[in-house]
């Protein structure tokens, strides 16, 4: 299994595909996985995919400690350290996304294009999630059913239509089950998110960046993608009209043409 130490951890990536490096920033109990087989299909043809699992995560180590989101974004720069990479084009959903904005405020001149997907700049400016998910996704989480747990996750993760897709949910189902986020990971990336806070500062952003968000986002309201492209200068803002918070799995080929676009690069052959 391909691990580099960061920040003294083992962290688990790939590299697949070929072209510019696209380093791929999962979400709250996200990992490698959860990009999906389509997503991923569409990209490798234009992109070397660099994804990779967070700290305590997928086939990454165990945790360790506490963390911050700036944390995660050192590590996501360690891992380019890791596999010389000066430099790559950085997508990160949900609090990935959040993982992307702290990288591009850390380390400006390693990011040559920044995707800010279903995501939040937090603190006190942000649209907040409906107290009502909230409360459903952590008494699902905390109630040791992962049965329950998964099933509450697909109903807040994707849309009402998408719901009713048997072939995706399946799918989605078996990347949940085979390298599971623990509840004190969980609670430890919670802890971080709550910290998270880059709205005063994301005026400092100057990569082309590009803000997608489904407007059916039970996870994370719309109107913070709207709070994020407001404040980055000549950034791009698309919002899924009927699509909810994992967008590249509703509509994969619609996000990776997204991507490619921003990037200005094109499938090969």
Known sequence: MPTVTVNATELFYLRRGAGEPLLLIQGMSGNHLHWGESFEARLQDAFELVPFDNRGVGFSGPLTGAFSIADLADDAAGVLDALDLPSAHVMGVSMGGMVAQ?????????????????????????????????????????????????????????????????????????????????????????QAIAGHDTLDRLHEITAPTLVVHGAADQMLPVGNATLIAERIAGSRLEILDGIGHVFWWERPELAADFVRDLAGVRIRG
């Open 102 to 190: 702290e990288f591009a405020l850390r380390h400006p001149g390693r990011v040559r294009t920044l995707t800010l997907g279903c995501t939040t700049p937090g603190g006190p400016g942000s649209v907040p999630t409906d107290p009502a998910v909230v409360t459903a996704m952590a008494a699902a989480a905390m109630s040791g059913d992962r049965e329950q747990a998964m099933e509450v996750a697909w109903t807040y993760n994707v849309s009402a239509s998408f719901a009713a897709n048997a072939e995706a949910k399946a799918a989605i189902r078996a990347t949940l089950t085979e390298a599971p986020a623990s509840l004190p990971v969980l609670l430890a990336q919670l």
